[in-house]
């Protein structure tokens, strides 16, 4: 049985997974809420993390724009080689790009940071992750999920564990 799609997304209402990494990642996070919505060519998600937390690594993509809606709380936008503040009511952007447009949510406030993440749906993708030197390559071939997946380090052919090499991880 399918789900019935809805032109209307409760957040109150969302079933969140829990998840962490090491001392620095973790989030709980409702993902894929367009395509529940029915959405073909826009994807968006909903993360609540902790104080203190990281809901991902540092990264870029080449391909798809992001955004997100802070809906509660504050923190320090890492983005390039600059670091910004924002709080709730703020939007941050991340287009498309090199490593001078990767990016990273931190929350260094006292609460719960709550936000939308919004982004185009691209077929083909390659995230770079600056910190760790890592790169990914991905094609969902019209799914939501990456039906293939590569990851690795220029150099070496293959690197099984997402987390490996970033700080805090």
């Known amino acids: 049985m399918t789900e019935e799609l809805s032109p209307v997304v409760r957040l109150s209402e969302l079933p969140l997974e829990s998840w962490t990494q090491g001392t620095f990642y973790g989030s709980d996070d409702a993902g894929y809420l367009g395509d529940r919505a029915g959405l073909k060519s826009l994807g968006f998600g909903y993360s609540e993390v902790a104080p203190g937390k990281s809901s991902c690594p540092f990264h870029n993509h080449h391909v798809e724009d992001e955004m997100f809606v802070v809906l509660e709380g504050e923190g320090t936008y890492?983005?390039?080689?600059?670091r910004h503040a924002f709080k709730a009511g703020d939007v941050l952007v991340a287009p498309a790009g090199g490593r001078d447009t990767a990016h990273q949510i931190i929350n260094t406030g006292a609460v719960t940071l709550k936000y939308l993440a919004i982004s185009n749906k691209s077929t083909t993708e390659v995230t770079e992750y600056p910190d760790s030197g890592k790169f990914a390559v991905s094609s969902r071939a019209g799914g939501t999920e990456p039906s293939m997946r590569h990851m690795g380090r220029p150099g070496q052919h293959h690197i099984e564990n997402y987390w490996d090499?970033?700080?805090?991880?």
């Open 78 to 82: 890492r983005f390039g080689d600059a």
């Open 165 to 169: 090499g970033e700080p805090g991880a």
